[in-house]
Structures are given as C-alpha cells and as structure tokens.
C-alpha cells in the first residue's frame, strides 16, 4: 500500500488543521491507520490510530479533545483533525498503515509509512 500524506501548513496557535492519509495499492490488506508526528531532536511520537473496518480509535490522553482521527472508506482516506493547536504541535506528520488489525503506539507495527506533512503553529 502506498500512502500520502497531505493538509499541512503554518497556522496560528489556537488554529485548526485537518490533514489528509489517502491511501492506494493493496488498500484491502491494510486493517488499521496510525498518525505519528515527528519534531526534530525528538522521538517519533504516536498522535492517534483508526482501525478502518469498525472505526475504533486511539489517541494519547494528552492530545484527547484536541484530535480527532476519522476514515473515509469509499475515498481509502483518514484524516486527523488537529484543533486548539499548540506551537508544541509542531513537527513532521506521517501515517502509516498496519495489517495485522491491532491499533498500536508503536512505529514498529506499522509496515508502510507515507512521506510526512509539515505542520508549524506559530505563537
């Protein structure tokens, strides 16, 4: 499955993204979707995940109420819907695509990653 990552840009704190994961290729193998995001210096740090056959999801306390992860199944797209946004919130965004059907935090479940999208929240 290739995946590609889109929506990001500069917003002010306070401000709202929505970013985009479509994916394509061998779409039917992929059972669950994970957005990570990335800081430099920093470790790849888990943001929310989407088991596409049922909708459940996952995400960090920290970013509950914040984020919001969605499918839509007909477009092979999941979105991550950012609000109240952070300077903290910036960083490199990636999704990735697991097959093996577990919503996991760790980077190393997922076997396909999309290139990642920029996302900067200035003060």
């Known amino acids: 499955v290739q995946l590609q990552a889109s929506g990001g840009g500069l917003v002010q704190a306070g401000g709202s993204l929505r970013l985009s994961c479509a994916a394509s290729?061998?779409?039917?193998?992929?059972?669950?979707v994970g957005w990570f995001r990335q800081a430099p210096g920093k470790a790849r740090e888990f943001v929310a995940a989407?088991?596409?056959?049922?909708?459940?999801?996952a995400v960090p306390e920290s970013m509950r109420g914040r984020f919001f992860v969605s499918r839509d199944k007909s477009e092979n797209t999941v979105y991550l819907e950012m609000n109240s946004l952070k300077p903290e919130d910036t960083a490199v965004y990636y999704c990735?695509?697991?097959?093996?059907?577990?919503?996991?935090?760790?980077?190393?479940?997922?076997?396909?990653w999309g290139k990642g999208t920029q996302v900067t929240v200035s003060s």
């Open positions: 990735a695509a697991s097959e093996d059907g577990i919503i996991s935090r760790s980077p190393v479940r997922y076997t396909s």
């Open positions: 989407i088991r596409l056959a049922t909708g459940s999801t």
């Open positions: 290729g061998r779409t039917v193998s992929t059972s669950v």
